[in-house]
C-alpha cells in the first residue's frame, strides 16, 4: 500500500510539472488574436492538473499518517468522500489564492500550500509572457 501511494505522490508531482512545461511551451497557433479559446482552455486544464495533483498529494500524506490539515483544530477524518471533498476544496482555494481558513494546513502541509499558492500566482503570468511571447513574434 505504501509503495502504491508512493507512486501516485510522484504521477501527480510529475502531472503538475508537465503540465506547468506544457503551458510555458505553447503558443496559439493561429489567426491574429493572441489570446484563442484554445489557450485558454489549456489555461484551465492546467490549473485543474494542478488542483488534483496537490490533492493527491495532500491525500497521500494524510493516509501514510502525515498529517497535513486541520479542520476546527482536529485533523481531516470521516469516510473518504469526506476527506476528498475537504482536500480537493483546500488544494482549490489554495490554488485560487482565496483561503478561507476553515481548513488550516500544518507541518509539512504549511510548505507544500505555500509552493501551491506560488503556483497559483505564476500560472497567469506564464499565460500572459506566452501570449505577449507570441504577439512580438508574430509583430516584429
Known amino acids: 500500500m505504501t509503495m502504491l501511494l508512493y507512486g501516485i505522490l510522484v504521477t501527480a508531482t510529475t502531472g503538475t510539472i508537465v503540465s506547468l512545461l506544457l503551458l510555458l511551451r505553447y503558443r496559439p497557433s493561429r489567426g491574429a488574436y493572441a489570446v ?14 494542478v488542483i488534483l495533483s496537490f490533492s493527491i ?4 500524506l494524510e ?6 490539515l486541520v479542520e476546527a483544530n ?3 477524518q470521516g469516510p473518504m468522500p469526506h476527506m476528498l471533498e ?3 476544496y483546500f488544494s482549490a482555494v489554495t ?11 500544518i507541518g ?3 510548505i507544500i500550500a505555500v509552493i501551491q499558492a506560488l503556483f497559483g500566482y505564476l500560472l497567469p503570468a506564464a499565460f500572459v509572457v506566452t501570449t505577449v511571447f507570441h504577439v512580438k513574434s508574430k509583430g516584429g
Not at 482552455?41 to 492538473?49: D, E, F, Q, R
Not at 498529494?57 to 497521500?60: A, D, E, F, R, T
Not at 493516509?63 to 497535513?68: E, F, I, K, R, S
Not at 490554488?95 to 494546513?105: A, K, R, W
Open 36 to 49: 484563442s479559446l484554445r489557450h485558454f482552455t489549456l489555461l484551465v486544464l492546467v490549473y485543474i492538473t
Open 57 to 60: 498529494l495532500y491525500l497521500g
Open 63 to 68: 493516509l501514510l499518517g502525515v498529517h497535513v
Open 74 to 76: 482536529h485533523s481531516i
Open 86 to 88: 475537504d482536500i480537493i
Open 95 to 105: 490554488l485560487l489564492s482565496v483561503g478561507y481558513g476553515d481548513l488550516v494546513p
Open 108 to 110: 509539512v502541509g504549511r
